[in-house]
């Protein structure tokens, strides 16, 4: 059922980032498109589409009233974090690999039971279509509302800045307009099944950091201390990621795309591309690519919160007394 042909659809969590820019781009094609009400069951009668984007509310209601509503396509948000992140995985991560997220992180825990309820709908409904739409982390200009991304939350993606270049994991990121054309290419192309939504290839982890932290000199700590400074510092509101989240600081979980690619979806953007297009700050944003890149890579000076820097010095006058 292309576009084109779809009369209505109903979009859950059309508030955040990515859900604007998917009604945006639906309704920039004729497409009337309704936001989620709070009764399923009024809100998905007479739709040809139900896409979900919720990050949090069950959607198990949501899918039943589908089933009930004869609804024949289904296009549910997912992320890159239910089979991530190992030390074992296989990267890139394709679409067939086990849902295995890392227990206590409760974004890639609720993607994975989002997933396992869609696989029980389409069983239960044979003659409809249900696409999953495994996105990677998903970067918006200026870092406006990162928090209410939905799928792969940028902060679990970014690269650290107290830990050595060479533990740095490749890196992806995935621009807000790719995530959206894919959603509104799953139903063009009425997909049905899983697809990782992901740029081409990944960007090293140093380089990552450079264009994301411009102007700020990460340190190179030892492990040990990296992994404790991080925790304190996350644990005061200054940044860093939950303890439960750190093996995705540590090993690669990487996307492969090849699956989407091959129904003729494309990205616009590469990871590299999308870091600096979402860099915060409005004088960032009008350089031109090419010259934020260089900027970005070229840039040095500045200091890391006192919190941090704390940390560094308290270790190193306890190395001293200690050699002493």
């Known amino acids: 059922?292309?576009?084109?042909?779809?009369?209505?659809?109903?979009?859950?969590?059309?508030?955040?980032?990515?859900?604007?820019?998917?009604?945006?781009?639906?309704?920039?094609?004729?497409?009337?498109?309704?936001?989620?009400?709070?009764?399923?069951?009024?809100?998905?009668?007479?739709?040809?589409?139900?896409?979900?984007?919720?990050?949090?509310?069950?959607?198990?209601?949501?899918?039943?009233?589908?089933?009930?509503?004869?609804?024949?396509?289904?296009?549910?948000?997912?992320?890159?974090?239910?089979?991530?992140?190992?030390?074992?995985?296989?990267?890139?991560?394709?679409?067939?690999l086990a849902l295995r997220p890392n227990p206590g992180v409760s974004v890639a825990a609720a993607a994975a039971e989002r997933e396992r309820l869609v696989a029980e709908w389409a069983d239960g409904h044979p003659s409809g279509r249900a696409a999953v739409l495994r996105f990677a982390p998903v970067l918006v200009p200026g870092g406006d509302g990162e928090r209410d991304?939905?799928?792969?939350?940028a902060s679990i993606g970014r690269p650290s800045l107290l830990r050595a270049a060479e533990t740095l994991p490749p890196v992806q990121a995935l621009h807000v307009d790719d995530a959206a054309s894919a959603v509104v290419h799953a139903i063009d192309e009425r997909l049905d099944g899983t697809f990782n939504v992901a740029p081409d290839g990944s960007v090293p982890g140093d380089t990552a950091r450079a264009l994301t932290a411009a102007g700020i000199v990460?340190?190179?700590?030892?492990?040990r201390v990296a992994w404790l400074a991080e925790r304190w510092a996350h644990g005061l509101g200054l940044g860093g990621v939950e303890r439960a989240?750190?093996?995705?600081?540590?090993?690669?979980?990487?996307?492969?795309?090849?699956?989407?690619?091959?129904?003729?979806?494309?990205?616009?953007?590469?990871?590299?591309?999308?870091?600096?297009?979402?860099?915060?700050?409005?004088?960032?944003?009008?350089?031109?690519?090419?010259?934020?890149?260089?900027?970005?890579?070229?840039?040095?000076?500045?200091?890391?919160?006192?919190?941090?820097?704390?940390?560094?010095?308290a270790v190193r006058r306890a190395r001293r007394g200690n050699a002493g």
């Open 1 to 96: 059922m292309p576009v084109a042909t779809v009369q209505r659809v109903v979009v859950r969590h059309p508030g955040s980032p990515l859900g604007r820019s998917v009604v945006a781009a639906l309704r920039g094609r004729g497409v009337d498109v309704h936001e989620a009400a709070s009764s399923p069951k009024i809100s998905l009668e007479h739709v040809d589409v139900f896409v979900d984007l919720d990050p949090a509310g069950p959607a198990g209601p949501w899918l039943d009233a589908a089933g009930g509503a004869g609804v024949a396509h289904v296009v549910v948000a997912s992320s890159a974090l239910v089979s991530v992140a190992w030390a074992d995985n296989r990267a890139p991560l394709t679409e067939d």
């Open 149 to 153: 991304e939905p799928v792969s939350p």
């Open 218 to 223: 990460p340190i190179g700590l030892p492990e």
């Open 245 to 313: 989240a750190e093996p995705y600081r540590l090993h690669p979980w990487v996307a492969a795309n090849d699956r989407l690619r091959a129904t003729g979806w494309a990205p616009s953007y590469t990871s590299e591309e999308a870091i600096v297009a979402c860099r915060k700050g409005s004088w960032w944003r009008e350089l031109s690519p090419q010259r934020r890149q260089e900027v970005a890579l070229g840039a040095s000076g500045g200091v890391l919160v006192a919190a941090v820097v704390g940390v560094v010095l």
